[in-house]
């Protein structure tokens, strides 16, 4: 799926079930954002199956990101307005799933344009995202060795060696691959803006719609330690805390991914 956003196109996969039609509205919109370097195939897990189960479903690329026209955007902030924009394109508002970087979009868009956002499913974050300078080095210099780096840490123990749901595929592998495929210079620019944004606890606490956190308690990339001050300031939000996955539940654990998205949705 194409639309314009800004004289912009971006690129979304919707689990190949149209969003519009007749019966639109009594489903719900669900904007699925991706983390720094990554594109719209992560949710791979999750897009069809909610297309399936009477949600409309959009895994964005987001700008200058897999398929979506460029620039890259420079900050969570400008990330965020997109999203509304987005919304509005889309005839929101949106159910917002977003992992890591995009945790942070959708915690500041709930935050500044919560007309656009009707709930927040948030994985893989913290209130910092303090970036390893060996990382941002490596990817501020499009070296391969930053996909090296993320995959290796993104992951729990048990995807290392050999699980994953997609017969076939590592979940490193996969990971490298999706990372090794961003455009020069998006990855540095990425990380470096998750580093830099210090705004998600003030933002977390002016958000009033209804939030789930899926939290991987082996997440190296931002430990589940890390989460807790979104949590105590979430007071409202529902934890779902996994015990055998890092960084990226939604690859690692999609099965109970796509149990809490339903639940989360219901709620919602």
Same mark, same amino acid.
């Given at each position: 799926?194409?639309?314009?956003?800004? /004289?912009?196109?971006?690129?979304a996969a919707t689990g190949a079930v149209p969003v519009d039609g007749t019966d639109a509205t009594a489903r719900?919109?669900?904007?699925?954002?991706?983390?720094?370097?990554?594109?719209?195939?992560?949710?791979?897990?999750?897009?069809?199956?909610?297309?399936?189960?009477?949600? %409309?479903?959009?895994?964005?690329?987001?700008?200058?990101?897999?398929?979506?026209?460029? =620039? #890259?955007?420079?900050?969570?902030?400008?990330? @965020? &307005?997109?999203?509304?924009?987005?919304?509005?394109?889309?005839?929101?508002?949106?159910?917002?799933?977003?992992?890591?970087?995009?945790?942070?979009?959708?915690?500041?868009? &709930?935050?500044?344009?919560?007309?656009?956002?009707?709930?927040?499913?948030?994985?893989?974050?913290?209130?910092?995202? =303090?970036?390893? =300078?060996?990382?941002?080095?490596? @990817?501020?210099a499009d070296d391969p060795l930053a996909a090296d780096l993320m995959a290796g840490w993104m992951h729990g123990?048990?995807?290392?060696?050999?699980?994953? =749901?997609?017969?076939?595929?590592?979940?490193?592998?996969?990971? %490298?691959?999706?990372?090794?495929?961003? #455009?020069?210079?998006?990855?540095?620019?990425?990380?470096?803006?998750? @580093?830099?944004?210090? /705004?998600?606890?003030?933002?977390? @606490?002016?958000?009033?719609?209804?939030?789930?956190?899926?939290?991987?308690?082996?997440?190296?990339?931002? #430990?589940?330690?890390?989460?807790?001050?979104?949590?105590?300031?979430?007071?409202? &939000?529902?934890v779902v805390e996994l015990a055998t996955a890092g960084h990226a539940p939604m690859m690692e654990e999609p099965?109970?991914?796509?149990?809490?998205?339903?639940?989360?949705?219901?709620? &919602?």
């Open positions: 799926m194409r639309f314009d956003v800004d /004289g912009r196109s971006v690129h719900p919109l669900v904007l699925l954002l991706h983390g720094a370097g990554m594109d719209r195939t992560v949710w791979s897990q999750q897009t069809r199956w909610l297309a399936h189960h009477d949600a %409309r479903a959009v895994a964005v690329d987001l700008p200058g990101h897999g398929r979506s026209d460029g =620039p #890259p955007l420079g900050s969570i902030a400008e990330l @965020a &307005a997109w999203v509304a924009a987005v919304a509005e394109a889309l005839g929101g508002p949106v159910h917002v799933v977003g992992h890591s970087m995009g945790a942070f979009i959708g915690l500041e868009a &709930a935050a500044h344009h919560a007309d656009s956002v009707a709930s927040l499913v948030l994985m893989g974050l913290g209130a910092a995202m =303090p970036v390893h =300078p060996d990382l941002q080095a490596a @990817a501020d123990p048990d995807q290392k060696f050999g699980v994953n =749901p997609t017969p076939g595929m590592t979940m490193t592998g996969t990971s %490298r691959a999706v990372i090794e495929t961003s #455009p020069d210079g998006v990855l540095g620019l990425d990380l470096a803006m998750c @580093a830099a944004y210090d /705004g998600a606890a003030d933002a977390a @606490a002016a958000v009033t719609c209804p939030t789930t956190l899926v939290l991987g308690r082996l997440d190296r990339m931002t #430990p589940r330690r890390a989460a807790q001050p979104i949590v105590d300031v979430l007071a409202h &939000a529902m099965d109970v991914v796509r149990s809490a998205l339903a639940d989360h949705l219901a709620r &919602a």
